[in-house]
């Protein structure tokens, strides 16, 4: 991370930045899109929150496998490109020096063919990369994760409770062999799982952040399940649970 950059405000580089003309956001793409368009379903033209410490844009890609029942995001389940990664490419070509990174989110981004291109391309507009995934495609989180500096991956329940989540026979497996390509790669990252005692009692989760933190995960959060973004959870982890939580991992945050 550009730590220096990174401790000022979008507002204060641009007052301290060159003066250049800025692109406007992209918005949803009225022209017919080119064949093989990567499947931009959202873009958000910067967050503090996508990546933690880290100025960034973010890129939805639409597509996922899998059905959550709590999915937040279900309108980028289905794949569909709205966004024009070229109005994508000249908004971020006028943001460099004023953002330190791209983040892939989704749907599931590793879903889109075109990702590597994609992240390339970022690169060499200087960005940092930053990904988030479920971890669904572990082949090709491996091929990708020299290109990237830091992943957020979702932990969905344990292995017994992963398909009662994902609506998928067997996504456990997958999810296991991301995170081992990820801890053998050593990319910075945060292993998160949106948690609710309805889908893993505190027993269980405490059994599975033990299993992670044996296995060399260093950072780990439990996002309280919230139906609606604007409303506190309906439950949340017990005080006792967040001590030994936080005794397991040099960072634990729960939010
Ligand atoms: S993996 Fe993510 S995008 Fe896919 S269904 Fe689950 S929560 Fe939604």
Not at 80 to 101: I, K, N
Not at 146 to 167: E, F, H, N, R, S
Not at 209 to 227: D, K, Y
Not at 230 to 248: D, E, I, V
């Amino acid at each position: 991370m550009n730590a220096a950059s990174s401790s000022n405000s979008l507002a204060e580089r641009l007052v301290a930045g060159p003066r250049r003309a800025l692109a406007s956001p992209p918005c949803p793409a009225t022209r017919p899109m080119p064949r093989h368009a990567p499947a931009i379903g959202g873009f958000t033209p910067f967050s503090t929150a996508d990546w933690p410490g880290t100025l960034s844009a973010v890129v939805f890609i639409a597509g996922c496998p899998w059905r959550c029942h709590y999915c937040h995001n279900p309108a980028l389940q289905t794949r569909g490109a709205d966004y024009d990664w070229r109005d994508v490419q000249r908004f971020l070509a006028t943001r460099r020096g004023l953002l330190d990174g791209v983040v892939f989110s989704g749907g599931e981004p590793l879903s889109e063919p075109r990702l590597y291109e994609m992240v390339d391309t970022a690169r060499a507009l200087d960005f940092r990369i930053g990904l988030h995934t479920a971890g669904i495609y572990p082949a090709r989180l491996a091929a990708l994760l020299p290109a990237l500096d830091w992943v957020g991956l979702d932990i969905k329940a344990d292995a017994a409770g992963y398909d009662a989540i994902t609506g998928r026979r067997n996504s456990a497996g997958p999810a296991v062999q991301s995170l081992a390509h990820l801890l053998a790669s050593g990319c910075d990252a945060e292993c998160r799982i949106t948690w609710h005692p309805d889908w893993l009692d505190e027993p269980r989760l405490l059994a599975l952040a033990t299993e992670l933190s044996g296995r060399g995960v260093h950072r780990f959060a439990v996002q309280n399940a919230r139906t609606d973004a604007t409303r506190a959870a309906p439950a949340r982890l017990s005080t006792p649970m967040q001590h030994a939580l936080r005794a397991l991992f040099p960072s634990f945050e729960c939010r």
